[in-house]
C-alpha cells in the first residue's frame, strides 16, 4: 500500500483534463512543488508520449494518487480522489486542454 500527505490549502483549484491518460482515469487534480508531498511505499512509474511526465502508480492496486506533470516538471498533480473525505472545503475545478497541450499552454 501507498500512503502519502500533501500540504495544501483547503480550498482547491484543480484541473480535469482532457488527455487521453487523464480522460480515461478521471484524474481531477492540483498541482503543489515536489517538497510539499512525502509518501511511503512503493510506486511504479509510467511514461507516455513526449516521456517528460511521470506518472506513479500502486504495484498492487493500481491506483495512481499523484504524477510529476509535464507542464511543473518540479511539482506533483495530486488525484482529488485520493484525498481523505473531509479535507477539502472547497474546490473550483478548471478545464485543462491536454489533447492540445502545446496549444493550450502557450496561450495560457
Known amino acids: 500500500a501507498v500512503v502519502f500527505e500533501v500540504v ?3 480550498q482547491l483549484v484543480a484541473f480535469d483534463c482532457n488527455c487521453s491518460n487523464c480522460a480515461m482515469r478521471r ?3 492540483f498541482v503543489v512543488p515536489k ?3 512525502r ?3 512503493t510506486l511504479t512509474r509510467y511514461r507516455f508520449g513526449s516521456g517528460v511526465a511521470e506518472h506513479y502508480f500502486c504495484p498492487t492496486c493500481g491506483i495512481s494518487p ?3 506533470p509535464r507542464s511543473n516538471p518540479d511539482g506533483y498533480a495530486v488525484t482529488v480522489h ?3 473525505k473531509g479535507t477539502i472545503k472547497s474546490l473550483e475545478v478548471r478545464t485543462f486542454d491536454g489533447v492540445n497541450w ?3 499552454i502557450e496561450k495560457s
Open 8 to 10: 495544501a490549502p483547503a
Open 66 to 68: 499523484f504524477y510529476s
Open 102 to 104: 502545446d496549444a493550450f
Open 39 to 41: 509518501y511511503e511505499g
Open 27 to 29: 484524474n481531477t487534480h
Open 82 to 84: 485520493c484525498l481523505e
Open 35 to 37: 517538497e510539499r508531498l
